[in-house]
T-cell receptor
Framework: AQSVAQPEDQVNVAEGNPLTVKCTYS??????LFWYVQYPNRGLQFLLK??????LVKGSYGFEAEFNKSQTSFHLKKPSALVSDSALYFC????????????FGQGTELSVKP | DAGVIQSPRHEVTEMGQEVTLRCKPI?????LFWYRQTMMRGLELLIY????????DSGMPEDRFSAKMPNASFSTLKIQPSEPRDSAVYFC???????????????FGEGSWLTVV
């Protein structure tokens, strides 16, 4: 079955330090991978996506993610965390070539302390 | 661009009442998705439409739930009768659907916060 996993429920980082939020996936065929962020009482905001090409993808607010096919991972990274980055982060995957459904990981709560 | 518009933003209703959630997708988008978010189950896809036609409703929890998309700019998700376990945030989302391209970004509305007492 197609799935996506975020192994950490929570990640704690000091402001100014680099952050990584982990994501692994399992799909048949080529994956299309996405990261979304959710602030309290808000909807999901798109951050970045990997479709094809360069494995390092850059997105909004200084975030980037690296697609690793051999490890079936798509970890979200940022070189220097901000307190305002504190939020819930979701990895998601689509597959196939018919524009089908997007399934989500369980989410990772990122907390950045001053 | 106005984004995906959902209404109501918040609703509190009594068990047994009918609930109707509404969604206006982004203009020009022809795929529409309904998701439910709870603490226990995370984000679940309930149903999605392409060109107003339901494609996959396997996530709809039971017959009490129904969704329609009468035209390209409007969709409803109805719960009848509602139960306390239906309390959740319901998100509508939309995207372009180009044949052969699953990489189109899906954009979410702000959600409808439903509480059934």
């Amino acid at each position: 079955a197609q799935s996506v996993a975020q192994p950490e429920d929570q990640v704690n980082v000091a402001e100014g330090n680099p952050l990584t939020v982990k994501c692994t996936y399992s799909v048949s065929g080529n994956p299309y991978l996405f990261w979304y962020v959710q602030y309290p009482n808000r909807g999901l905001q798109f951050l970045l996506k990997y479709i094809t090409g360069d494995n390092l993808v850059k997105g909004s607010y200084g975030f980037e993610a690296e697609f690793n096919k051999s490890q079936t991972s798509f970890h979200l990274k940022k070189p220097s965390a901000l307190v305002s980055d504190s939020a819930l982060y979701f990895c998601a995957v689509r597959w196939g070539n018919q524009g089908g459904k997007l399934i989500f990981g369980q989410g990772t709560e990122l907390s950045v302390k001053p | 661009d106005a984004g995906v518009i959902q209404s109501p933003r918040h609703e509190v209703t009594e068990m047994g009442q009918e609930v109707t959630l509404r969604c206006k997708p982004i203009s020009g988008h022809n795929s529409l998705f309904w998701y439910r978010q709870t603490m226990m189950r995370g984000l679940e896809l309930l149903i999605y439409f392409n060109n107003n036609v339901p494609i996959d409703d396997s996530g709809m929890p039971e017959d009490r739930f129904s969704a329609k998309m009468p035209n390209a700019s409007f969709s409803t998700l109805k719960i009848q009768p509602s139960e306390p376990r239906d309390s959740a945030v319901y998100f509508c989302a939309s995207s372009h659907k180009l044949m052969g391209v699953s990489g189109n970004t899906i954009y979410f509305g702000e959600g409808s916060w439903l509480t059934v007492v």
